[in-house]
C-alpha cells in the first residue's frame, strides 16, 4: 500500500494507481478459485486484500479533481453511501452464492468481476493534477 500510494503522489497518476489496485483486487479474488491448496488460496486472498488495503488512499484522490463546491459534497455523500452499500452486498452475494451452489467461487468470481468493472471505469474518469491540487 505505502509503496503504491507514495509512487501516485510522485508520479501525480492517479487513475492507472486505482485501476491497479482494483485489477490487483479482482486478479487475487478470481485465481483464488483455482486452487484447492490453503496455502495458494490464502496467497490469492493476500494480493487481494494488497488491492485493497491500497484503494482508499488512490481512490479519493479522484473526486477531488473533477468536483467542485457543492458538487463536491454531494459527490462524495454519494461514493461513500454506495461504498456503505457495498459493504453490505459483498458479504451478502458470497453468501448468497455459497447456499445456492454450495461453493465461495461464483460469489468471489462476481465481486472480481465488479472489480475488474471498477478498474475500467476509473481509467475512464478525466483527472486534473491542477484541481486536485487546489482543493488539498
Not at 7 to 26: N, Q
Not at 112 to 118: K, L, M, N, P, T
Request: proline residues 4%; positive net charge; aromatic residues 8%.
Amino acid at each position: 500500500m505505502l509503496l503504491l500510494t507514495r509512487h501516485s503522489d510522485k508520479t501525480g497518476e492517479r487513475k492507472g494507481h486505482v485501476a491497479f489496485a482494483l485489477f490487483l483486487t479482482a486478479l487475487g479474488a478470481a485465481t483464488s478459485v483455482l486452487f484447492d491448496d490453503p496455502v495458494l488460496k490464502i496467497a490469492c486472498f493476500c494480493v487481494s486484500q494488497i488491492g485493497i488495503s491500497s484503494l482508499p488512499p488512490l481512490f479519493w484522490t479522484l473526486p477531488a479533481s473533477f468536483l467542485t463546491g457543492t458538487a463536491a459534497a454531494a459527490g462524495i455523500a454519494a461514493i461513500n453511501s454506495l461504498g456503505n452499500l457495498a459493504s453490505f452486498l459483498g458479504p451478502y452475494i458470497l453468501g448468497y452464492s455459497k447456499n445456492a451452489t454450495g461453493s465461495f467461487s461464483f460469489g468471489l468470481l462476481i465481486l472480481a468481476g465488479v472489480s475488474a468493472i471498477g478498474a475500467l471505469i476509473a481509467l475512464a474518469l478525466r483527472h486534473d493534477r491542477a484541481q486536485e491540487v487546489a482543493v488539498s
